[in-house]
């Protein structure tokens, strides 16, 4: 059973910096698509970064330059850096795992197969 658990959020001032963590168990092998969205209430879930299995990486638009996703394929650990937050960064982060390769921005809008219980990122001004 493949489960995913995220840490590292918290609330921090405006133009701080978090590092989010998801630790997988149960992936199959490194082969994966991971990634993490996040979610504000009332509003649609937003993908803000994936890595292929290649390592190439996909950003949104609203983060790149201030968010980088890196993986330790070894450990099936995932990571998001956050920079330069903003108090519109706040939301529940979830990390994300799909066996799919998935270079694109179309990625950052489809499914995924794995799902994590999400961690809180709450920036103030």
């Known amino acids: 059973q493949v489960r995913l658990v995220e840490s590292g959020g918290g609330s921090v001032q405006a133009g701080g910096s978090l590092s989010l963590s998801c630790v997988a168990s149960?992936?199959?092998?490194?082969?994966?698509?991971m990634g993490w969205f996040r979610q504000t209430p009332g509003k649609k879930r937003e993908g803000v970064a994936i890595?292929?299995?290649?390592?190439?990486?996909t950003y949104a638009d609203s983060v790149k330059g201030r968010f980088t996703i890196s993986k330790d394929n070894a450990n099936q650990i995932w990571y998001l850096q956050i920079n330069s937050l903003k108090p519109e960064d706040t939301a529940m982060y979830y990390c994300?795992?799909?066996?799919?390769?998935?270079?694109?921005?179309?990625?950052?809008?489809?499914?995924?197969?794995?799902w994590g219980y999400g961690t809180q990122v709450t920036v103030s001004s």
């Open positions: 994300v795992a799909d066996p799919s390769y998935c270079v694109g921005s179309h990625w950052l809008h489809r499914g995924y197969n794995y």
């Open positions: 890595i292929a299995r290649d390592s190439i990486t």
């Open positions: 149960g992936l199959t092998d490194s082969m994966y698509c």
